[in-house]
């Protein structure tokens, strides 16, 4: 079973604009990462939260933790052509070190 | 080597038959995970390892699925008596900050059981 819930399934935009996609949990977590993956390829890790944080940023890359409402979303700035792919939240809860998951959002930046 | 290795990328098999998917790793990385992946949907964890020993297998779906890393380094998925729901992308990844460090993908084992 996946413990992340992701929406939207789909987002379409156009090059510039920004991107959010939101994730949900159900239960505590230690840390919370994303991961993007283009099609038909691995998944490549774009930036790690823990539980104790809010907020972090790397360069377009901005992902929030609200864990009183067990979610987190990323915000993807100025979007490129490029950032079209498949975005993944995964997360490992209190007790267990395994990785598990989100649903995922399609990205599709049009040019 | 630079980065996590999954051979094959491709199997096509048919059904009952015996299956092995390779892994090697990141040098040095003590962590591996196997996921697996089916069309648009999120991996799905199956198992990982800490060294040679199987940390967490919870993720197996039956006992037909079986995986071993003897020497902490490559580790191998065996699946027997392959059924077509099988049919998925089998993902390897491999972390040097254990618990809680990024993983780092393989770029998959296509597996298709007809």
């Known amino acids: 079973s996946q413990q992340g819930e992701e929406d939207p399934q789909a987002l379409s935009i156009q090059e510039g604009e920004n991107a959010t996609m939101n994730c949900s949990y159900k239960?505590?977590?230690?840390?919370l990462q994303w991961y993007r993956q283009n099609s038909g390829r691995g998944l490549v890790h774009l930036i790690l939260?823990?539980?104790?944080?809010r907020e972090k940023h790397s360069g377009r890359l901005r992902v929030t933790l609200d864990t009183s409402k067990k979610s987190s979303s990323l915000l993807i700035t100025a979007s490129r052509a490029a950032d079209t792919a498949s975005y993944f939240c995964?997360?490992?809860?209190?007790?267990?070190?395994?990785?598990?998951f989100g649903t995922g959002t399609r990205l599709k930046v049009l040019a | 080597g630079a980065g996590v290795s999954q051979t094959p990328s491709n199997k096509v098999t048919e059904k009952g038959k015996y299956v092995e998917l390779r892994c090697d790793p990141i040098?040095?990385?003590?962590?591996l995970y196997w996921y697996r992946q089916s069309l648009g949907q999120g991996p799905e964890f199956l198992i990982y390892f800490q060294g040679t020993g199987a940390a967490d297998d919870s993720g197996l779906p039956n006992d037909r699925f079986f995986a071993v890393r003897p020497e902490g380094s490559v580790s191998t998925l065996k699946i027997q008596r392959t059924e077509r729901g099988d049919s998925a992308v089998y993902l390897c990844a491999s972390s040097l900050t254990w618990p809680t460090g990024e993983l780092f993908f393989g770029e998959g084992s296509r597996l298709t059981v007809l």
């Open positions: 239960t505590s977590i230690n840390n």
């Open positions: 995964a997360m490992t809860t209190s007790g267990t070190y395994k990785y598990i």
């Open positions: 939260i823990r539980s104790n944080e």
């Open positions: 040098s040095g990385h003590t962590a």
